[in-house]
């Protein structure tokens, strides 16, 4: 495996101002991520894991700390050279979804591709009907978002998360409105693309995860308490394989 | 930027809201709708009144008594005397310009025939005045120059005066009507014309020798006015300038003096008309203009309620990519769709109502194609300017704080 840096965190803060208290959702975080690693984010609720995922994910500047992606300082990008960045280079998949309403499976994985004029439509097609494939919706496709269960709506998004062939991804929860039986299929396919060199961030609160990474970042109150390196991944596929197949 | 990516995206987001899409749209509809019908009246009105006026003979030249002081006092025209029979005559024949020329001395009265009377105008003229007023003979003959030198008691009569004196059909020829006392023999009669564009009845005329109106009637030696047609109605200024020539060296009148006459001509009458009927089309077209300009913060309304309400819409297509001005594209997209189709819907039913009008009301109309044009692009126009402002407001949006709004 390369052993190129592709994010690097300097002492990074990000304070919001509610009213007039200052929540310190980071207080100054700092690591470096190789690419190709596979870090799991853990930490309890309101640590700063969709904070931090925000700002790794160019959605979000830092009060203050450097950024640098891929060497770049993400400070000194224009808006639109990140919105390309965020269309080319990164998968996020969010915690609340963020499907658009009265709109297809297919349709809100096409999405991201929409705006790269380089994909034609046959092209766009027919790579979001694979995403769709990918995470277990192949029966789904034509289903709007509001027609759809929880877990369904989670798996669209990270398929719409995938459908780039993003360099990194984002995963903040993306396994936490789905059964065992989905999460380890998910899982699978991130360690997939894992395989295939992809960097994947992915933030969790189940702790029994982050044997399938290869690296485990601990936050708590805005800080890293732990940050531990996983020699012995354990296979997703190993486990699937092992679990009873549900029949009706 | 993918103009046809961005267009398919607008396209989805407007039939997610088919009927607010149409609503808005009817601003733009009735505004254009009313700006074509608007247009297509005052061109129609313009347009009879120009063919009318045509009608009654568009080189036609007046010329009249008139701009005279006397010892500072200004003369009533048709009181003054100063053109002369031998005016007439020098513009008959020596000018380039005048195709026909005919003196002109009239008098109202009561035309009598047995127990019928009827008040009309006998007006004391020349043959030529059929062809410079584009009169023509239904029936009978026209008087002869011969019955001019003798002053003959011949006439001519219009159909609205047959009407009155005949109400029985009789044939009028050859009958003889009284007017002042004068027995008058009927001649001919005159194809009826109908009303002018100013309401005047064209047919309301006897035609007389002008010598006989002159002698017999008037007992005055000068004339009233004299009436000529220029050789076409281009030549119409030429045509003025000889007349003006003539009379200014019959009358005397010094270089640096005001005319004794006063000249005019159906050109300039005419130019006078439209002047009045584009001011008419203009005021018409402001008031369709502003039901557009309406119609258009229409459009303005609902994109700003509709970015507002679209906000978290908005910073997800941020957030997976889409840069300031895919976002600027697509609203500006939605807006000129919505003002573009609401223009070619409202263009139909401008057609349509201009038909209508002209088909219920009688009203002469006429579509241009460019006000077609202009409603379209004054549509298009439209959109983008009251799009501009809410689209660039969804442009700005931050991705992160868009996609958090509730
Ligand atoms: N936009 C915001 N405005 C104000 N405070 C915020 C905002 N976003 C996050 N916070 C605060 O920052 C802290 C971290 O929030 P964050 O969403 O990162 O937590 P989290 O670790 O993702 O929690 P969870 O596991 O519940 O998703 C919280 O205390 C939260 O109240
Ligand atoms: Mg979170």
């Given at each position: 495996?390369?052993?190129?840096?592709?994010?690097?965190?300097?002492?990074i803060?990000?304070?919001?101002?509610?009213g007039n208290?200052?929540?310190?959702?980071?207080?100054?975080?700092?690591?470096?991520?190789?690419?190709?690693?596979?870090?799991?984010?853990?930490?309890t609720?309101?640590?700063g894991?969709?904070?931090?995922?925000?700002?790794?994910?160019c959605?979000?500047t830092p009060?203050s700390?450097?950024?640098?992606?891929?060497?770049?300082?993400?400070k000194s990008?224009?808006?639109?050279?990140?919105?390309?960045?965020?269309?080319?280079?990164?998968?996020?998949v969010?915690?609340?979804?963020?499907l658009?309403?009265?709109?297809?499976?297919?349709?809100n994985?096409?999405l991201?591709?929409?705006?790269?004029?380089?994909?034609?439509?046959r092209e766009?097609?027919?790579?979001a009907?694979?995403?769709?494939?990918?995470?277990?919706?192949?029966?789904?496709?034509s289903?709007?978002?509001?027609?759809?269960?929880?877990?369904?709506?989670?798996?669209?998004?990270i398929?719409?998360?995938?459908v780039?062939d993003?360099?990194?991804?984002?995963a903040d929860?993306?396994?936490?409105?789905?059964d065992?039986?989905?999460?380890?299929?998910?899982?699978?396919?991130?360690?997939?693309?894992?395989?295939?060199?992809?960097?994947?961030?992915?933030?969790?609160h189940?702790?029994?995860?982050?044997?399938?990474?290869?690296r485990?970042?601990?936050?708590?109150?805005?800080?890293?308490?732990?940050?531990?390196?996983?020699?012995?991944?354990?296979?997703?596929?190993?486990?699937?394989?092992?679990?009873?197949?549900?029949?009706? | 930027?993918?103009?046809t990516?961005?267009?398919k995206?607008?396209?989805?987001?407007?039939s997610?809201n088919?009927?607010?899409c149409?609503l808005t749209?009817?601003?733009?509809?009735?505004?254009?709708?009313s700006?074509?019908?608007m247009?297509?009246?005052?061109q129609?009105?313009k347009?009879?009144?120009?063919?009318?006026?045509?009608?009654?003979?568009s080189?036609?030249?007046m010329?009249?008594?008139?701009?005279?002081?006397?010892?500072?006092?200004?003369?009533?025209?048709?009181s003054?005397?100063?053109?002369?029979?031998?005016d007439?005559?020098?513009?008959?024949?020596?000018t380039?310009?005048?195709?026909?020329?005919?003196?002109?001395?009239?008098?109202s009265?009561q035309?009598?025939y047995?127990?019928?009377?009827?008040?009309?105008?006998?007006?004391?003229?020349?043959?030529?005045?059929?062809?410079?007023?584009?009169?023509s003979?239904?029936?009978?003959?026209m008087?002869?120059?011969?019955?001019?030198?003798?002053?003959?008691?011949?006439?001519?009569?219009?159909?609205?005066?047959?009407d009155?004196?005949?109400?029985?059909?009789?044939n009028?020829?050859?009958?003889?009507?009284?007017?002042?006392?004068?027995?008058?023999?009927?001649?001919?009669?005159l194809?009826?014309?109908?009303?002018n564009?100013?309401?005047?009845?064209?047919?309301?005329?006897?035609?007389?020798?002008?010598t006989t109106?002159?002698?017999?009637?008037?007992?005055?030696?000068?004339?009233?006015?004299?009436?000529?047609?220029?050789?076409?109605?281009?030549?119409t200024?030429?045509?003025?300038?000889?007349?003006?020539e003539?009379?200014?060296?019959?009358?005397?009148?010094?270089?640096?003096?005001?005319?004794?006459?006063?000249?005019?001509?159906q050109?300039?009458?005419?130019?006078?008309?439209?002047?009045?009927?584009?001011?008419?089309?203009?005021?018409?077209?402001?008031?369709?203009?502003?039901?557009?300009l309406?119609g258009?913060?229409?459009i303005?309304?609902?994109?700003?309620?509709?970015?507002?309400?679209?906000?978290?819409?908005?910073?997800?297509?941020?957030?997976?990519?889409?840069?300031?001005?895919?976002?600027l594209?697509?609203?500006?997209?939605?807006?000129v769709?919505?003002?573009?189709?609401?223009?070619?819907?409202?263009?139909?039913?401008?057609?349509?109502?201009?038909?209508?009008?002209?088909?219920?009301?009688?009203?002469?109309?006429?579509?241009q194609?460019?006000?077609?044009?202009?409603?379209f692009?004054?549509?298009?126009?439209?959109?983008?300017?009251?799009?501009?402002?809410?689209?660039?407001?969804?442009?700005?949006?931050?991705?992160?704080?868009?996609?958090?709004?509730?």
């Open positions: 495996m390369t052993t190129k840096e592709i994010i690097r965190l300097e002492n803060r990000r304070n919001f101002i509610v208290e200052t929540v310190h959702a980071l207080r100054g975080v700092s690591f470096t991520i190789n690419a190709g690693e596979f870090v799991t984010i853990m930490g609720s309101g640590s894991k969709s904070t931090l995922l925000n700002i790794l994910g959605l979000d009060t700390g450097e950024y640098y992606l891929d060497g770049i300082p993400v990008m224009g808006k639109n050279e990140r919105s390309i960045l965020r269309n080319r280079k990164i998968g996020f969010f915690q609340s979804y963020n658009l309403p009265k709109t297809t499976a297919l349709e994985v096409e991201p591709l929409m705006y790269n004029s380089a994909i034609s439509a766009r097609h027919e790579l009907s694979r995403a769709l494939d990918a995470v277990g919706l192949s029966d789904r496709k289903h709007k978002s509001n027609q759809m269960s929880g877990g369904q709506q989670q798996r669209v998004a398929a719409r998360a995938l780039n993003p360099v990194i991804i984002l929860e993306a396994t936490g409105n789905l065992t039986r989905t999460s380890f299929e998910i899982l699978v396919l991130f360690q997939e693309l894992h395989a295939r060199g992809r960097t994947i961030i992915f933030v969790t189940n702790p029994e995860l982050s044997a399938y990474s290869s485990n970042i601990v936050l708590r109150d805005g800080k890293i308490i732990s940050d531990t390196l996983n020699e012995k991944q354990a296979s997703a596929l190993d486990v699937l394989n092992k679990l009873p197949i549900e029949t009706d | 930027m993918n103009l990516n961005l267009t995206i607008a396209l989805k987001a407007l997610n088919k009927m607010r149409f749209m009817l601003g733009i509809i009735i505004g254009v709708a700006v074509i019908t247009l297509a009246i005052g129609g009105s347009r009879s009144i120009r063919a009318q006026i045509a009608e009654m003979g080189n036609m030249i010329i009249h008594p008139g701009n005279m002081e006397r010892g500072g006092v200004r003369q009533d025209a048709s003054m005397q100063t053109l002369k029979l031998n007439y005559q020098d513009i008959a024949e020596s380039e310009y005048v195709a026909a020329c005919s003196p002109s001395v009239n008098s009265g035309f009598i047995g127990a019928n009377n009827y008040p009309s105008t006998i007006y004391g003229v020349t043959e030529d005045y059929l062809e410079i007023r584009k009169i003979i239904e029936e009978g003959n008087f002869s120059p011969q019955d001019v030198l003798t002053s003959a008691k011949v006439c001519l009569v219009g159909k609205t005066v047959i009155n004196l005949f109400p029985n059909g009789e009028p020829i050859g009958k003889v009507i009284r007017f002042n006392k004068i027995p008058l023999k009927i001649m001919g009669t194809t009826p014309k109908g009303y564009s100013m309401g005047m009845d064209q047919d309301d005329m006897v035609l007389a020798p002008y109106v002159q002698k017999r009637v008037l007992a005055i030696t000068y004339l009233q006015g004299i009436y000529c047609s220029a050789l076409t109605e281009v030549l200024p030429q045509a003025i300038d000889e007349i003006s003539i009379l200014r060296k019959n009358h005397k009148i010094k270089e640096g003096e005001d005319d004794d006459f006063e000249i005019r001509s050109e300039e009458m005419s130019s006078m008309m439209s002047s009045t009927t584009d001011m008419m089309t203009i005021l018409l077209a402001c008031i369709a203009g502003i039901s557009l309406v258009g913060i229409g303005m309304n609902i994109m700003y309620v509709s970015v507002t309400e679209r906000t978290r819409e908005i910073g997800l297509r941020m957030s997976i990519g889409a840069r300031g001005i895919d976002i594209a697509q609203f500006l997209i939605e807006a769709i919505i003002s573009v189709t609401g223009g070619i819907i409202g263009v139909l039913l401008g057609v349509g109502s201009s038909i209508a009008v002209n088909l219920l009301f009688n009203w002469p109309v006429y579509i194609a460019y006000s077609v044009i202009l409603s692009f004054v549509c298009t126009i439209t959109g983008i300017f009251f799009g501009w402002y809410p689209a660039r407001k969804a442009a700005n949006l931050d991705p992160i704080e868009a996609i958090r709004y509730e």
